[in-house]
């Protein structure tokens, strides 16, 4: 069985790397899609697919995280991951394309969903901002809100790994990965040049990739005029050995394989050799050759 990776918007399905990385599947929001034909829907793929792991971000709209623990508790599946991200929407987006590119690998759907966690680690997110006034992801003072109200004021915010706030062309940009990027850009009604031009110099990415701005930017960052970025490893043979060089555990509960502390799929945390184990685990499901 294969192993599908799904999103919660168009815009959050970046274009391919290569030929071999397959696209995102769509989870259509409420508002949009029938709850009967979404569930129809999500049965047939399972039932094509094997797996599902569905990333969003954790700030969505109440009634579309709703609307996914509904058909994972109506369908009664336990192949369905559903993973909140606490990233703005465009870097779900390239964590899914990284996703995406090991969805090709041997990794079984455990060990894949798992990677989620792990891989966001090595995300840097943020945006440039002409206003700070509605922006509650990361401390802001008082002297910026003020720097708000002055025309031509640009801000840039950095969310992940660590919350920080500079003056465009007054302050240095946060610091750098301590690894090989590709820098993704999104542009809404702002300008660019600090992203594409300064950022990406004093970071020295390997390469700026320009998409659409993902709709929920705005309501993320507070403002429309954003420009979001996300900050990534591209080679999908760094992320194949970062994934591969962590330790594999049996779900205790479900039966497939982890790693890190807790399955993506049951949630169950895992147990110390110590810890009392459930009294009937089911057998762990036999995976198909890739």
């Given amino acids: 069985m294969t192993t599908a990776i799904a999103v919660t918007g168009p815009e959050l399905v970046l274009p391919p790397p290569d030929a071999l990385t397959p696209s995102a599947v769509v989870l259509r929001p409420p508002e949009s899609q029938p709850l009967e034909a979404a569930i129809a829907d999500l049965a047939t793929l399972l039932d094509q697919q094997g797996y599902l792991i ?15 623990h509904t058909m994972r508790a109506v369908l009664e599946s336990d192949r369905i991951a559903l993973l909140p991200l606490d990233l703005p929407p465009l870097a779900v987006a390239v964590l899914a394309r990284q996703l995406r590119q090991l969805s090709v690998a041997d990794f079984s759907p455990g060990v894949l969903a798992c990677a989620a966690r792990l891989l966001t680690h090595y995300v840097y997110a943020g945006a440039q901002l002409a206003s700070v006034a509605r922006l509650d992801r990361v401390h802001v003072g008082m002297g910026a809100h003020l720097r708000s109200w002055v025309p031509g004021a640009q801000f840039g915010v950095l969310t992940h790994p660590a919350p ?7 302050d240095d940009p946060p610091a750098a990965p301590g690894f090989t990027t590709q820098l993704t850009v999104a542009s809404g009604q702002a300008h660019t040049e600090w992203v594409t031009g300064t950022l990406a110099a004093a970071w020295r990415v390997s390469g700026v990739q320009e998409v659409p701005l993902p709709a929920e930017s705005a309501r993320w960052w ?66 198909a050759a890739r």
Avoid: K, M, N
């Fill in 54 to 68: 569905a990333l969003y971000p954790a700030a969505s709209p109440p009634e579309l995280v709703r609307r996914l």
């Fill in 164 to 170: 920080h706030l500079v003056a465009v062309g007054r």
């Fill in 222 to 287: 507070g403002t429309s005029r954003v420009t979001e970025f996300a900050a990534a490893i591209p080679d999908p043979t760094v992320l194949y050995q970062l994934v591969a060089s962590v330790r594999r555990e049996e779900c205790h509960w479900c039966g497939l394989e982890l790693i890190g502390d807790r399955c993506a799929f049951c949630s169950a945390p895992l147990l110390r050799d110590e810890e009392p184990r459930a009294l009937t685990a089911p057998a762990r499901p036999a995976l």
